[in-house]
């Protein structure tokens, strides 16, 4: 129903930026919330960020501690797409980062399901 492609992962420096983005393609009306996850190696996946569509206040982020003020999450609400800005990035940064999304408006009904990307693999060499 839903369908999710990422891209822009690879491997960078310390310091250096990255541009992550995720495009949702089906029958979509509207997405709720769109996100960004990464699972390290050994370790869980964890929320990185992500950003909910509010008709009052408008699209509202939300950032994990360990990315505030380095990282910035933006969606296209036409074109059902998020990206993820990644700067100042650390070798801790290193993992797979999915995109997610969840509360699908889709033409035929309401979708609480989450979705997922294939993840793409971002490193970070020190």
């Known amino acids: 129903q839903v369908q999710l492609v990422e891209s822009g992962g690879g491997m960078v420096q310390a310091g250096g930026s990255l541009r992550l983005s995720c495009a949702a393609s089906?029958?979509?009306?509207?997405?709720?919330?769109m996100g960004w996850y990464r699972q390290a190696p050994g370790k869980q996946r964890e929320l990185v960020a992500s950003?909910?569509?509010?008709?009052?206040?408008?699209?509202?982020?939300n950032y994990a501690d360990s990315v505030k003020g380095r990282f910035s999450i933006s969606r296209d609400n036409a074109k059902n797409t998020v990206s993820l800005q990644m700067n100042s990035l650390k070798a801790e940064d290193t993992a797979v980062y999915y995109c997610?999304?969840?509360?699908?408006?889709?033409?035929?009904?309401?979708?609480?399901?989450?979705?997922w990307g294939e993840g793409t693999l971002v490193t970070v060499s020190s």
């Open positions: 997610n999304v969840n509360g699908v408006l889709l033409t035929t009904h309401y979708s609480g399901k989450d979705y």
């Open positions: 089906g029958n979509i009306v509207s997405i709720n919330n």
């Open positions: 950003i909910t569509r509010s008709i009052t206040y408008g699209s509202r982020p």
